[in-house]
């Protein structure tokens, strides 16, 4: 484990700031994650160290999968995705709405097909084997998608993962949605984990890759455009 106190892992550079961590580059292999005061956050991490911790109980190593190398309480050390993230390489070739940042106008690069055709693979790849180990991650989204040096897919962010069939309070549009009044019991709320929540994001992602820009990123609907997507 890296030497430095928290304090000194604070002045390294800062390469993302989610809702429940911030990301420090530590060494050319390896990040810090440290979590957001808040105890809601902190439940967060914890919860990505558990996810880790039951992966680790099962041989070998997950292609495509961010790896953990080190935790202590609210620490998580990781290893460092250099090639960026999706969100950031979706993000150049889109033109904004200078007032509304919410709406994408114009798409000036589409990205290679060949590119999009590899990384789905390893998005299902990955997907694939934690359901084969009886978990879901639940938050498969460009913003939790990173590349490593060879630009091939590292999936980030587990801290929204749970054992498959457990419920789930909540997911994000449009990479998660609400069950309709046909499906059941569970209508209404975002239902169980598994196979088909993380595949419908994996459709969503595809759908972004191919198009350049996240489903409803073209359009606006007001001032409750977040709450009509959801
Ligand atoms: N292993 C990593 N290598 C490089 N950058 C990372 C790594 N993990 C996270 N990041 C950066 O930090 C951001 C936030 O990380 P994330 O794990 O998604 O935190 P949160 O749980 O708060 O959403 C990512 O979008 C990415 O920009
Ligand atoms: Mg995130």
Redesign the pocket.
């Known amino acids: 484990m890296p030497s430095q106190s928290l304090t000194d892992l604070r002045d390294m550079p800062l390469?993302?700031?989610?809702?429940?961590?911030?990301?420090y580059?530590v060494t050319d292999a390896m990040?810090v994650?440290l979590a957001?005061k808040g105890a809601e956050?902190q439940k967060?991490?914890a919860n990505?160290q558990r996810m880790f911790e039951m992966i680790e109980e099962n041989p070998g190593k997950i292609p495509y999968l961010?790896e953990c190398h080190h935790r202590t309480p609210h620490v998580t050390f990781?290893?460092?995705?250099?090639g960026?993230?999706f969100?950031?390489l979706l993000n150049k070739y889109q033109k904004r709405d200078e007032q509304n940042g919410w709406k994408v106008l114009e798409l000036t690069q589409a990205l290679d097909t060949q590119d999009i055709d590899r990384w789905m693979e390893q998005l299902c790849d990955v997907a694939a084997t934690l359901e084969r180990l009886g978990l879901a991650h639940n938050?498969i989204r460009p913003?939790?998608m990173?590349l490593d040096a060879e630009r091939n897919l590292?999936l980030?962010?587990?801290?929204r993962g749970t054992k498959v069939g457990e419920d789930i309070q909540v997911l994000t549009e449009p990479f998660g949605r609400l069950l309709n009044k046909s499906e059941g019991i569970d209508a209404g709320s975002y239902g169980k984990t598994g196979a088909r929540t993380d595949i419908f994001a994996i459709g969503s992602v595809f759908y972004s890759l191919l198009r350049g820009c996240e489903p409803h990123e073209t359009e606006y609907w007001g001032n409750n455009h977040g709450v009509i997507l959801s």
């Open positions: 390469l993302g700031r989610g809702a429940t961590g911030l990301v580059k990040v994650k957001c956050e967060d991490h990505e961010i990781l290893q460092f995705a250099s960026g993230g969100a950031v938050d913003g939790n990173l590292k980030a962010d587990l801290d």
